[in-house]
């Protein structure tokens, strides 16, 4: 039986030295609770605190408990912990108030308890808890500290050093299969009737639409419909001869663009008609020329021309439409 | 004035042009391109950049237009030695006055060839370049005038970039047109193979006066423009700034400027010079066309995406060219 000196420091920082038989070191802390773990009873209150047991395994718990007494007219203040009661001791949970016995006349007696553990093995003390009386900071009862024995776990070197175990799998229960099941049901269930719905509703929708949508105006159809409403506006008869020329060369070089893919409205006159020569008759292509070449002089060139020019410039975009536009052929009836 | 009587003095005026380029017609082989270019400068009062290979014929056509007009002409080989005193002139002290007296450099001429223009430092092209601007020189404490016409006819050779000095961006703009010059087609080859073979080299002869040229100018800025005309000029150039409000939105990654109010100026007076030479008495959106590239290839800047794709500012003004609407 060896011999061996402990020490344990105490809140305050004074020290408290033991000789222990290891063999006894139980024993040694009955003696020590002993000698330290005096009941106070003052002011009208008293207090004491111990644990359901000294002697836990690493990060195994145990409940310390706190037992008041006091008088009626006294009031008491329970400390607030955070998350610890000291260093190395952590608390795991804090239970409620528990009244043991109420002497209406007399005393009062409750227990606050808490479940603590520690992650550092050794010998570590709880320190006083004090407990102020009557919100006055002067008057307080305290505990005695209490010894709390963390055992490591016992190593062997000589071991072989094992890897983490891996978790286990539990396997999936029937409940669970069914609780699944149940879910994707449900959404194949919910997707199903939105598609189906959203479906319908556009279908409908389309119905109506199709109903009201007038039929696309081919590109022909378009510029003999503006040709016609350019020649209503009289705009040359009213000095605005510019501004029609301007329109008539915009239809024609528009309904080049859709009909044959040239791109006009970018195009210089002698860009246009260079690509329109191979795509019309000589006679077409004279009247495109005209009205081209007409226009340009009207526009840029300050050209006033005669009411016949005019005339003639829509003649011939008409003509040169009415001669490009694509022919329709129909099947004979046998 | 009304259009029929500008389009007959513009005939009238203009009869000139044809007799120009028959002159250089006869020194100057498949470059037709050029000297329509050179005329355009000449009759719009705008500087010309030249670039090309060597061997083109750029100086020999820069030569030939100054022969065939009477008027004062001179070469300045630019070179990394060069100083600006050797340009513009310097102070020079007469032992026997016992006093400075101002020597004039080359630029006193009505036409400057500054060939190969890259060659020379910053400080020799920036003392030509304002002399172009400003049309005068301060030597000493004095300024003197340049002589009217003042017309600055510079090449540059792209290849050989060792060595020299790429003139910036805000110079480079002062130039109305910078026009490129590229091969001759085989047939034109064939003729300037006999024309050298022969060893009989033709010579042009003067026809015109420099007031002739400033009478030609005036008439020039008289060619009518019409306000659609002027709109197309600003749709192009606004286009060349910012190319999504043309749904060009392909081209705006590859733009990092575009051209500079000095560039709608210059298109529209290159317009009407072409217009002049084309003896039309008023602007159409070909002559804007035709002139484009000349006026816009320096003042549009490429950003490295364009650079790395090797997509040049010819390609970018085509983009734009096809984009804006034509009047």
Redesign the interface.
Known sequence: MSMEVRRWKLEGGSYVKLCVFVPLREIAIIVFLFFFSLAAFSQGASISAELDTNVIKLGGQTKLRLRIEHTKDVTIAFPQFKDSIASHIEIVEEHKLDTLSEEVTTFYKFEKSYTITSFDSGYWVIPPIRVYLNNDTSKYIETEPVMLDVKGVALDPQKEVNDIKEPLSMGITLKEILIIAGIIFLVVGLISAIALYWLFFRKKKLKITQLFQPKPLSAHEKALGLLDQLRKKKLWETNQVKLYH?ELTDIVRNYIDERFGV?S??????ETLAAMKDKVDENTFTKLKQLLQLA?MV?????EPLSNENELSMNNAVDFVNATKPVEVKEEKK | MDIKELNEKIQRESAFVDLIQMEMDKVIVGQKYMTERLLIGLLSNGHILLEGVPGLAKTLAINSLASCIDAGFSRIQFTPDLLPADLIGTMIYNQKKEEFTVRKGPIFSNFILADEINRAPAKVQSALLEAMQEKQVTIGDQTFKLPEPFLVLATQNPIEQEGTYTLPEAQVDRFMLKVVITYPNKEDERKIIRQNAGGVFPKTSKILTTAEILKSREVVREVYMDEKIERYIIDIVFATRAPKDYKLDKIAPLISYGGSPRASISLALASKAYAFIKRRGYVIPEDVRAVCNDVLRHRIGLTYEAEAENITSENVIAEILNAVEVP
């Open positions: 301007s791109s409205p970018e195009q210089v006159s002698d340009d526009k840029f060139a300050k050209a």
